[in-house]
């Protein structure tokens, strides 16, 4: 089993800036890709950002492409989500997850274990 663990959300003003990181621990697997996605209420889960195993493979929505930057550091199984300027449309339970085999794709069925969310509220 693998355990993601999220932490960084919080209230900002629009065009704020917020940090996200999530923890992996566990059963790690090697070469494992780890994706964000978000949700916001009575909305179905919607894909963010991921990023391959390597860090130099990246994927994002078009809504955050730009404003958003997906990293991780291997050595401590955390991935990070950097997000400026945030609209109040970002505004949703942001959950990181792993996908075990690779791959960026953008299908919520793809990943293998999810964290437990985090709220992000942005103000207008």
């Known amino acids: 089993q693998v355990q993601l663990v999220e932490s960084g959300g919080g209230l900002v003003q629009a065009g704020g800036s917020l940090r996200l990181s999530c923890a992996a621990s566990?059963?790690?697997?090697?070469?494992?890709?780890m994706g964000w996605f978000r949700q916001a209420p009575g909305k179905e889960r919607e894909f963010v950002v991921a990023?391959?195993?390597?860090?130099?493979?990246?994927s994002y929505a078009d809504s955050v492409a730009g404003r958003f930057t997906i990293s991780r550091d291997n050595t401590k199984n955390t991935a990070y989500l950097q997000m400026n300027s945030l609209k109040p449309e970002d505004t949703a339970v942001y959950y990181c997850?792993?996908?075990?085999?690779?791959?960026?794709?953008?299908?919520?069925?793809?990943?293998?274990?999810w964290g437990q969310g985090t709220q992000v509220t942005v103000s207008s």
């Open positions: 990023i391959m195993w390597s860090g130099d493979i990246t």
């Open positions: 997850a792993v996908d075990r085999f690779g791959g960026t794709s953008s299908r919520p069925g793809t990943y293998d274990y």
């Open positions: 566990g059963r790690i697997f090697s070469n494992y890709s």
